[in-house]
Structures are given as structure tokens and as C-alpha cells.
């Protein structure tokens, strides 16, 4: 079974400046997909940005960015610039081939003025 | 395009009554799931349904939940009888297939307290 850790329950950072999430994973497969999904307050799930496992280039999504270490089973997400409508709860997700998510605990993520 | 509706939004009842949770995904979305998040914690698959058919049902508490999806599009979620450990948020989402490429979008979530 596939198991994914996010280590940080709580993060703040000023707006505008910038702020790594991070998280690893578990998992004896090769092929997979992982994913970061944003849930504000109002509890709608939006994903962020997503990382096929075959890509060695990480993703990038506006002020959005990953570092994918395949070997090591980690990855983080970086926000650039943030914003106070960045302030949310963020989920790192891993989806194996049998199209199962798994989600991590979350990070709590406060952008302060 | 108009996004994962559900309903109702929150709901209270007692321990050991029942309680059906309604989801309608996106047009054409063949793919459905059934998310329970707890509080504080990330959401856990309960079912996921390829159009009518069941496809992965193996985190549901079969004892006390059920989940159809009759004509393979809206579905409903049933839980009977509630128990306390069931307070939680309900979050449907869909996707166009199956497979790591599909995007799921998620609805804005059933929040049940079972007091």
C-alpha cells in the first residue's frame, strides 16, 4: 500500500515571499502520478499542479513549482510570490496505476500580510 | 461547465439514524468517487465507481454504508446507522476516465455531525 507524509502540519510566510511544502511517499511502483491539491477554507479541493513520474523535468504552474526526487520519493512544492488567497490547507496526493488517490495529512498554510 | 454538485451541504443527526449524502459530477464524467475527510486529516477513498459499476469499494465500512450509482451518473451515499466516528466531511469528485491522467474535480463537500 502506498502511504504519503507531509512532515509539516503548520507553515507561514510573508506575501510575497516564498515558501516550499514538502512531502514523501511510499510505493514499489514505477509508473505513478503525484499531485497537489489546494483547499481553502470553503472546502472545494483544487488541484495545483500534478507530476507524471516518468517526467524527470518537474512541473511548473505559474508561481507554482515542484522538485520531483524520484530516488529519494520526495516531493515538494514551491510557491513564489505568495498571495493572501494562497492561504489554504495543501494536500500532496499519489496515484498508482489502478487509479487509487492517496492523500497525505496536509499542510496548513497561512499567508500573512 | 457547471462543476461536482452535492447536497445537502451540512446535516446533524443522532447516533443510529440514517443519513444519504446525493452527488451529481460532471457531465460526461464517467468516473465517480466517494471521499470521507475527516478533521485534520486528508481525504480516504471510500468508493469509486466506473459509470454504473463498482471499481474499488475496499475502505468502505460495508456494515454501515452504502453507495449506488443506477444509471451511472448521479450517486448517493448512505449511512446507517451513523455512528460518532462518522462526523466527517463527505467530498464527491469525478473524473472523464480512469488512469493517473485524468484530473478528479472534487465537490464542495457534505459536512455531517452525528452528536
Known amino acids: 500500500a502506498q502511504t504519503v507524509t507531509q512532515s509539516q502540519p503548520e507553515m507561514s510566510v510573508q506575501e510575497a515571499e516564498t515558501v516550499t511544502l514538502s512531502c514523501t511517499y511510499d510505493?514499489?511502483?514505477?509508473?505513478?502520478?503525484l499531485f497537489w491539491y489546494k483547499q481553502p477554507p470553503s472546502r472545494q479541493m483544487i488541484l495545483v499542479i500534478r507530476?507524471?513520474?516518468?517526467?524527470?523535468q518537474n512541473a511548473t504552474e505559474n508561481r507554482f513549482s515542484v522538485n520531483f526526487q524520484k530516488a529519494a520519493k520526495s516531493f515538494s512544492l514551491k510557491i513564489s510570490d505568495s498571495q493572501l488567497g494562497d492561504t489554504a490547507m495543501y494536500f500532496c496526493a499519489f496515484k498508482n496505476a489502478g487509479n487509487m488517490l492517496t492523500f497525505g495529512g496536509g499542510t496548513r498554510l497561512m499567508v500573512k500580510p | 461547465e457547471a462543476g461536482v454538485a452535492q447536497s445537502p451541504r451540512y446535516k446533524i443527526i443522532e447516533k443510529r439514524q440514517s443519513v444519504a449524502f446525493w452527488c451529481n459530477p460532471i457531465?460526461?464524467?464517467?468516473?465517480l468517487y466517494w471521499y470521507q475527510q475527516i478533521l485534520g486529516q486528508g481525504p480516504k477513498l471510500l468508493i469509486q465507481f466506473q459509470n454504473n459499476g463498482v471499481v474499488d469499494d475496499s475502505q468502505l465500512p460495508k456494515d454501515r454504508f452504502s453507495a449506488e450509482r443506477l444509471k451511472g451518473v448521479d450517486s448517493t451515499l448512505k449511512i446507517q446507522p451513523a455512528k460518532l466516528e462518522d462526523s466527517a466531511v463527505y467530498l464527491c469528485?469525478?473524473?472523464?476516465?480512469?488512469?493517473?491522467?485524468?484530473?478528479?474535480?472534487f465537490g464542495p463537500g457534505t459536512r455531517l455531525t452525528v452528536t
Open positions: 507530476q507524471e513520474a516518468y517526467k524527470q
Open positions: 469528485a469525478s473524473s472523464y476516465g480512469q488512469g493517473g491522467s485524468y484530473e478528479q474535480y
Open positions: 510505493t514499489s511502483e514505477n509508473n505513478y502520478y
Open positions: 457531465s460526461g464524467h464517467a468516473t
